[in-house]
């Protein structure tokens, strides 16, 4: 079977950058993913609840013009490949796209295609905004405390993939290099000889560009603070290297800005608190005192961790919106954040939330925040009016459970009385 190629739709224009700035025409060419699993599913209720959103907002001045892209199952079966080179290239030149779950079969091949369409577009800024929308069922008695934005490094970390597997060639090879070449790190290791190993890259290029796009936002969009979470205390040449580095940054190219937690009595509008806290204190403190955080940058690993568990607090993953983006090239590929859920595939029960929400975001990023705002006022009034998924339904009994689908609908009615 022969590569995929796309042919743009007739009516759309590819968004350009001008000076590092999106120029977005007024029916913007969209790349999508479908995805694997409930991908369908929670696309098909997602695309009407973002067309409506866009015509309620302009008009018919302004329209999503959008292009289906393959990867996963989909682009296997059409293609013979998980991820065709056309699926990138359209993300490259259109700039802004959105996509499902994907999950990667068993076998050779890709570690992850989710992954693999990050480091290749290198989208190293994972934005994952975490906010308790009012009405949504959470564990925590103050869930409206809970309103900070992710940015996790994407593209370094032991996602990198460097690893040697037990008992391997590369494995010996490894070991070989590190008892003769450094005996006194060797000599850390306590089951050597059966031992596995990952090397965790923190670079300081890496560890700046991604502090100065959580800089830039936190200004941008009136943020007061700029966590650096890292686990330093313990990972001294890396973590503790991207708190350094991270500080450096802000002082070097921010400058008056951005002020260190230690000289609070700089503060000021425009400004922004720059501060620091080691991993396993920010879980304690996302519970006790979730308001303390603002905007979070953090390196791969804990900011998986960290923004599944900080979602947790305001309903889940089916309701997490989240996106990768290269603030230098003005790539940003937004997508849901849980996975595919195979047992519900095809069954028009799943939680499409993260999938809106991301498209929220995305309309956002275009400029469109009319169109935005309804979309996040659409679900919170569906919410607030009983109209859920099986999933918040367990929880609000005296709630409506809907499918899929019919949930998208609820939120377009809800828009359109607004």
């Known amino acids: 079977m022969s590569s995929a190629s796309y042919k743009s739709p007739a009516n759309g224009k590819a968004i350009t950058v001008n000076a590092g700035t999106l120029q977005v025409p007024y029916h913007p060419i969209i790349p999508f993913i479908e995805g694997d699993g409930i991908g369908p599913d ?41 991820l065709p080179q056309a699926t990138i290239d359209a993300f490259g030149t259109y700039r802004v796209g959105i996509k499902g779950p994907l999950t990667t079969p068993i076998g050779s091949g890709f570690r992850s295609l989710n992954v693999a369409i ?19 069922p959470s564990p925590l008695r103050r869930p409206e405390k809970v309103d900070m934005v992710v940015f996790r490094e994407n593209t370094e970390d032991i996602y990198a993939g460097i690893e040697f597997a037990e008992g391997s060639d590369a494995n010996a090879a490894f070991q070989t290099w590190l008892e003769s070449t450094l005996p006194t790190e060797f000599a850390k290791i306590r089951f050597p000889r059966t031992a596995a190993f990952s090397i965790k890259p923190i670079s300081r290029e890496g560890t700046e560009r991604l502090v100065r796009a959580a800089i830039n936002y936190a200004l941008t969009n009136g943020r007061k603070r700029v966590t650096l979470v890292h686990k330093g205390n313990i990972m001294k040449a890396t973590e503790g290297a991207f708190a350094r580095w991270g500080y450096a940054l802000a002082e070097g190219e921010f400058n008056s ?31 006790t005192r979730p308001e303390s955080f603002d905007v979070i940058a953090t390196m791969n690993l804990n900011g998986d961790y960290l923004s599944d568990a900080l979602t947790a607090q305001v309903g889940g993953l089916g309701i997490a919106p989240g996106a990768n983006i290269n603030t230098d090239s003005q790539v940003a590929v937004f997508e849901s954040t849980h996975g ?26 275009l400029g469109w925040h009319e169109a935005a705002d309804l979309v996040e006022r659409g679900i919170m009034a569906a919410v607030k009016a009983g109209q859920v ?30």
């Open 42 to 82: 929670i696309w098909a209720a997602a695309r009407p609840v973002l067309d409506a959103a866009v015509r309620l907002a302009y008009d018919d001045d302004r329209g999503l013009a959008w292009m289906e892209v393959l990867a996963g199952t989909k682009a296997k079966a059409q293609t013979g490949e998980l």
């Open 118 to 136: 990050r480091r290749a577009l290198d989208l190293f800024a994972c934005v994952r905004p975490v906010r308790w929308l009012p009405g949504v």
């Open 257 to 287: 800005q951005v002020i260190p937690a230690s000289e609070t009595d700089r503060g000021g509008e425009g400004k922004v608190l720059i501060d620091d806290v080691i991993t396993d204190a920010a879980f304690e403190r996302a519970l």
């Open 340 to 365: 595919t859920a195979p047992t519900l595939a095809g069954t028009n029960k799943a939680n499409p939330c993260s999938l809106i929400l991301s498209g929220q975001m995305m309309l956002a990023h």
């Open 389 to 418: 998924t099986f999933d918040f339904q367990r929880l609000m009994p005296e709630a409506n459970r809907l499918s899929t689908t019919d949930f998208g609908q609820a939120v377009i009615d809800q828009m359109e009385s607004f």
